[in-house]
């Protein structure tokens, strides 16, 4: 969960013309959840920051090239840094999207090994790891403060809300970075759900393209996970607080649920709250879902974590993906189709 998931930047404007936060309309968006129809394939594309993203990508990819196109999935849910992916994927091909990201390779600081490197020197061309340490201390706190999952959303809430008023204007730069990493602006005709929780109220939240809200501002939304991001007069914070980083229960009903989780199914709550992707899995299964999973392989894992906001990472999670997918593609193939 991270309110920075950095991903490929596009060419073109930050917004549509004519649109900004200012003329969007105050009410709170619709929430999808209770109208998620049943159907054969869905994609879960779960959070993981900026090379969670990549990984994504990748591994979308790698299975692309091997002749398996997951991105015609019947349902894609996308959370943090998985639904800046599910956006990108419904404007632009994998191959396109994975180009992009090797492409676009920062600089690192001079000596700075990435797997060796101490999380302070990670700075990856972003706030570094040392911000990502703060953040994951900070919410580590109200996690153990917090008595469920409910009061638990209330207080991230309530922490993102206090952030956010400290923050002039962050909504608005936020906004417009998200933008620039989206090759289309608009709703994909397809169903894409794109999870967040309202800041104020602690409540879940399923966007779509029939909530009333922009595909940038769901986007945008279900990313943030520091400050409030304010959608006219309401502030959501990440969708990673919904449930986990997958919220792969969404796909119920659906006969195959393929999930893409870059933390690997790993949840920060406690396991007595039944909030960890394998307690939804085998939620799926009982209810007649056949599920699989791809977690990134152990050889990557200096990629994630901490590290998980480290431009400079970037192309190697790509790539790491990408080599899973291709591996990957003839096991699945049957799965799929």
Request: net charge negative.
């Amino acid at each position: 969960m991270n309110n920075t998931p950095s991903s490929s930047h596009f060419t073109g404007p930050s917004t549509r013309p004519g649109s900004n936060l200012s003329d969007l309309q105050p009410q709170p968006a619709i929430d999808a959840s209770h109208r998620v129809p049943t159907g054969q394939r869905a994609l879960i594309l779960g959070g993981g920051g900026s090379t969670g993203n990549a990984w994504l990508i990748g591994v979308v990819a790698g299975l692309f090239d091997a002749g398996l196109d997951v991105t015609a999935a019947d349902l894609t849910v996308g959370t943090s840094a998985g639904s800046t992916a599910a956006a990108q994927l419904a404007g632009a091909t994998p191959a396109e999207l994975l180009d992009a990201v090797l492409a676009a390779v920062p600089q690192k600081p001079a000596g700075v090994d990435s797997r060796r490197a101490a999380p302070a020197r990670n700075s990856g061309g972003h706030n570094g790891a040392r911000t990502v340490t703060d953040h994951m201390e900070r919410t580590g706190n109200i996690l153990k403060a917090s008595t469920d999952m409910a009061d638990m959303r209330r207080r991230m809430g309530a922490a993102a809300m206090d952030m956010a008023a400290a923050m002039e204007g962050a909504s608005e730069r936020w906004r417009a970075t998200v933008a620039a990493r989206l090759p289309q602006q608009e709703w994909p005709e397809r169903l894409v759900l794109l999870t967040a929780v309202n800041a104020r109220t602690g409540e879940p939240v399923v966007l779509d393209r029939s909530s009333g809200v922009e595909l940038v501002d769901a986007v945008a939304a279900s990313c943030a996970s520091g400050f409030a991001y304010a959608v006219g007069s309401h502030h959501y914070i990440d969708g990673g607080y919904r449930t986990n980083a997958d919220n792969a229960d969404l796909a119920a009903g659906y006969s195959r649920v393929l999930v893409l989780s870059p933390f690997g199914g790993r949840t920060r709550t406690p396991a007595e709250w039944g909030m960890h992707l394998k307690a939804q899995v085998d939620e799926l299964r009982r209810s007649g879902s056949r599920v699989e999973t791809i977690f990134p392989d152990s050889e990557a894992e200096h990629l994630f974590g901490t590290n998980a906001m480290d431009l400079s990472l970037r192309p190697a999670a790509a790539q790491a993906g990408f080599d899973q997918g291709r591996e990957l593609a003839d096991p699945l193939r049957e799965f799929w189709r």
